[in-house]
């Protein structure tokens, strides 16, 4: 299924919410097998977090990995960028099949032009933010913005204990943004906090621990799912 068609279908009430399980804490010797197993489950997007080691203190993955994982999924890629002047590397994330690309305004370069690329490759745009940054900060970009994915952790790492403090975002985004923008967590999201999510407003759930160490990844992406 298509990026279009997930997001249609959360906007007509067809779905809750989507569950993106990010592809950080699968196991990677048999990286396909747990992609399959995760679109078996029902899971909607898959979630792929990009990390410099500088905007963050951890070293991830490009967009060579992101052209692999297009070719083992027909998950539509959330690709979220933890990356220093993200403007340098929009057209390669794109054309490796990044269907959703999110940048940080926290992030060093030139945030507006990485945004005009986004849109001029015809990718959906995001922006995230981290725990600490007011959410009015998003203003200046809201014209391109598809989706604000709010972290609840501070970036870096899978594991984390959610912040929970940082809730409320959601609630204040809504009424500053409207409807229309697409509303992502990303950080500690588990069983025992999904139902304070999803009271929060949040409609795309990010789930790193709580998919890829479980035992039943589709009895999992249901519980999340609500």
Do not use: C
Not at 29 to 44: F, N, R, S, V, Y
Not at 100 to 114: C, R
């Amino acid at each position: 299924m298509s990026m279009d068609s997930t997001i249609k279908d959360l906007k007509s009430g067809k779905l809750k919410t989507l569950i993106a399980p990010s592809v950080l804490s699968a196991d990677f010797t048999k990286l396909k097998d747990e992609l399959q197993a995760i679109e078996a489950g029902g899971a909607d997007w898959l979630h792929v977090d990009v990390m410099d080691g500088d905007f963050v203190p951890n070293l991830t993955m490009g967009p060579f990995i992101v052209e692999a994982l297009k070719k083992m999924t027909k998950l539509p890629l959330d690709v979220h960028l933890m990356i220093q002047k993200p403007e340098r590397y929009i057209k390669q994330f794109a054309d490796a099949g990044a269907e959703m690309l999110t940048v940080h305004p926290e992030a060093e370069g030139f945030i507006f032009g990485a945004l005009d690329s986004i849109k001029e490759l015809g990718v959906r745009a995001g922006m995230a933010i981290k725990p600490a940054t007011p959410v009015s900060v998003v203003s200046n970009y809201i014209k391109y913005l598809d989706m604000l994915l709010i972290m609840t952790v501070n970036p870096g790492f899978s594991g984390q204990k959610m912040i929970k403090k940082a809730l409320p975002k959601y609630q204040e985004a809504r009424k500053l943004f409207g409807n229309d923008l697409l509303l992502e967590i990303d950080g500690g999201v588990m069983p025992d906090n999904v139902e304070a999510v999803r009271d929060a407003g949040v409609q795309v759930i990010v789930a790193a621990t709580a998919v890829f160490k479980a035992k039943d990844y589709a009895k999992e992406i249901k519980i999340l799912r609500g």
